[in-house]
């Protein structure tokens, strides 16, 4: 069974940085890649950044210069270096693992507030 979790949220003032983390256990066969969505109070998720199986990244636009996505190994553990954050960074970041099916973690909140 699969589990994806995320950690590192938290309160941060504008222009601050945090790092995301997350870490998947158990075998995820085949493996396509994994990446971060966000949620903003009554929104739907939207992608963040992505990183193939490969090695390719992909970023919103709205974030590119600002964070990076990375991984340790060649998927269990990846993080999401937030540089710059700004209020609008509010959200509720999701990790996600994709194999046969998409794996998501529950969530780890990060508020930019000062």
């Known amino acids: 069974q699969v589990e994806v979790v995320e950690s590192g949220g938290g309160l941060v003032q504008p222009g601050g940085t945090l790092r995301l983390s997350c870490k998947a256990s158990g075998l995820i066969s085949p493996y396509y890649g994994m990446g971060w969505y966000r949620q903003f109070p009554g929104n739907q998720r939207a992608m963040v950044a992505e990183?193939?199986?490969?090695?390719?990244?992909n970023y919103a636009d709205a974030v590119k210069v600002r964070f990076t996505i990375s991984r340790l190994n060649a998927y269990a553990t990846g993080y999401l270096q937030m540089n710059a954050l700004k209020e609008e960074n509010t959200a509720v970041y999701y990790c996600?693992?994709?194999?046969?099916?998409?794996?998501w973690g529950q969530g780890t909140q990060v508020t930019v507030s000062s």
């Open positions: 990183i193939k199986a490969d090695g390719a990244t």
């Open positions: 996600y693992c994709e194999g046969s099916r998409t794996f």
